[in-house]
């Protein structure tokens, strides 16, 4: 749609005295002229829309056609995207990684708190992160560690709601999240991110995508410093180049070694609080276990930790509940034999 169809659009609004599509042409205007880089003619319209919308509150009442009107109607629309909203009180203790996974997000982390002296040295601070890796390695985990440490609220996009079969409506869905994590100073968080950032040369989707990846490169562009992207996938190569480079920070994650998988039983354990009845044969159950993914061996051991207690259903629980290393190494081994037949 270009700038004259907006026009029209008002015009014929406006001389029919619809108040309410008024207001919404003017809008789809200003985020017309956002995109087009006529930055300066959005503002001067917004500033315009806003002090109309002003002149249209009547005692406190909600009018069609009014600025609280249409921020009953954003909400509504944006409910329907988000996924889920949250804090969190995940921190570091919590995340089992590599010691350059950690130091990375601690040094982004600590860009944040460090935001008085990147600005007196107008130095720009990292708001946009990437994670990539297999499924299960930690990627999601870290960004409620981002929002634990940092302490701010998060958002989880609904992508089976973001994406429409309707021409344009992905790119304007998107748009209203951004718009409301600017307002909130929030984390948006967008898991298998390459269903929206796909590579655009590929030709199968009528140009419908790549629409949404320019969109995607936009609001990267014009995000305000206060909000922060984390986005996750499991397949980077998915992903359009130019969107990559606009991250400040692309962590991978790996598959655990043993020594990472020992680490992950030490913190399922919860210090001490279980025990396995051979200690000794636990590092051959982590050798067994590699390939496997975090979320793989710790569902595994819950599981054994589970079926360890009921087997002692009747009798006396000990101070020290006992893990059956036999089951764990059982459960190991189906699932690996399950991943193999994926």
């Given amino acids: 749609m270009s700038q004259f169809n907006h026009i029209i659009d008002i015009a014929k609004y406006g001389l029919s005295n619809d108040q309410e599509n008024l207001f919404s042409a003017l809008n789809d205007l200003i985020e017309y002229s956002k995109k087009t880089n006529k930055v300066n003619f959005a503002i001067q319209l917004q500033s315009l829309l806003k002090d109309g919308l002003r002149k249209h509150q009547t005692n406190g009442l909600v009018k069609v056609g009014s600025e609280n009107y249409f921020q009953k109607i954003e909400d509504r629309e944006i409910g329907e995207l988000i996924l889920e909203k949250l804090t969190s009180d995940y921190g570091f203790e919590n995340l089992v990684s590599t010691p350059k996974v950690k130091t990375q997000l601690e040094y982004f982390i600590k860009e944040h708190y460090s935001t008085d002296i990147l600005r007196k040295y107008n130095l720009p601070i990292s708001?946009?992160?990437?994670?990539y890796g297999p499924s299960g390695c930690g990627k999601t985990l870290a960004s409620y560690v981002i929002a634990g440490e940092l302490k701010k609220m998060m958002v989880v996009v609904n992508l089976g709601a973001i994406v429409s079969s309707k021409l344009g409506e992905t790119s304007k869905n998107l748009a209203r999240v951004f718009r409301k994590a600017a307002a909130e100073e929030c984390i948006i968080f967008i898991d298998e991110f390459d269903s929206l950032g796909k590579i655009r040369d590929d030709n199968q989707d009528h140009g419908e995508m790549k629409r949404v990846v320019n969109t995607i490169l936009q609001l990267f562009d014009y995000l305000s410093q206060n909000s922060?992207?984390?986005?996750a996938t499991n397949q980077k190569e998915m992903v359009d180049e130019a969107l990559l480079r606009r991250f400040d920070l692309s962590i991978e994650f790996s598959l655990p070694d043993n020594e990472r998988a020992r680490e992950l039983v030490n913190l399922t354990l919860k210090n001490g609080q279980f025990k396995f009845d051979k200690i000794k044969s636990i590092d051959k159950i982590i050798e067994c276990a590699s390939?496997?993914?975090?979320?793989?061996?710790?569902?595994?051991?819950?599981t054994a930790i589970k079926r360890s207690l009921f087997n002692q259903t009747g009798k006396a629980l000990p101070t020290i509940p006992i893990i059956k290393s036999a089951i764990w190494r059982e459960l190991i081994e189906e699932e690996k034999i399950a991943l193999e037949k994926k």
């Fill in 291 to 302: 390939g496997l993914s975090y979320y793989n061996i710790q569902k595994t051991l819950v």
């Fill in 228 to 231: 922060m992207v984390i986005a």
């Fill in 127 to 131: 708001n946009k992160i990437f994670l």
